[in-house]
């Protein structure tokens, strides 16, 4: 079993940054996988990043390739997510997951799921 826990959300304007964090309370070795999901107003939950806990491999959607960056630090079983050059599209609640293989952009595809926190951008 896994217990996810976000952070960092809240507002920020158009151009600026946020750095989010999850914090796991266990991992897979060898082949376990954190993922960052969004659900805009009125819009079904996206992929937004992925990155396994061995190698780090990073994987983005387009729509936020070259503003976000994911990264984590296996000594404190924590994922984060940074992103720059906000747009007001961003604005959603964000959410990281986890997966027992390796990354994946599938939303059914990850077993446990953090509470999210609210990011808004305004313009």
């Known amino acids: 079993q896994v217990q996810l826990v976000e952070s960092g959300g809240g507002l920020v304007q158009a151009g600026g940054s946020l750095r989010l964090s999850c914090v796991a309370s266990r991992r897979t070795f060898g082949s376990g996988a954190m993922g960052w999901f969004r659900q805009g107003p009125g819009k079904e939950r996206e992929f937004v990043a992925a990155?396994?806990?061995?190698?780090?491999?990073?994987y983005y959607a387009d729509s936020v390739k070259g503003r976000f960056t994911i990264s984590r630090d296996n000594t404190k079983n924590t994922v984060y997510l940074q992103m720059n050059s906000l747009k007001p599209e961003d604005t959603a609640v964000y959410y990281c997951?986890?997966?027992?293989?390796?990354?994946?952009?599938?939303?059914?595809?990850?077993?446990?799921w953090g509470q999210g926190t609210q990011v808004t951008v305004s313009s």
């Open positions: 997951a986890s997966r027992l293989g390796a990354t994946s952009r599938a939303t059914g595809s990850y077993d446990y």
């Open positions: 990155v396994s806990w061995v190698g780090g491999t990073p």
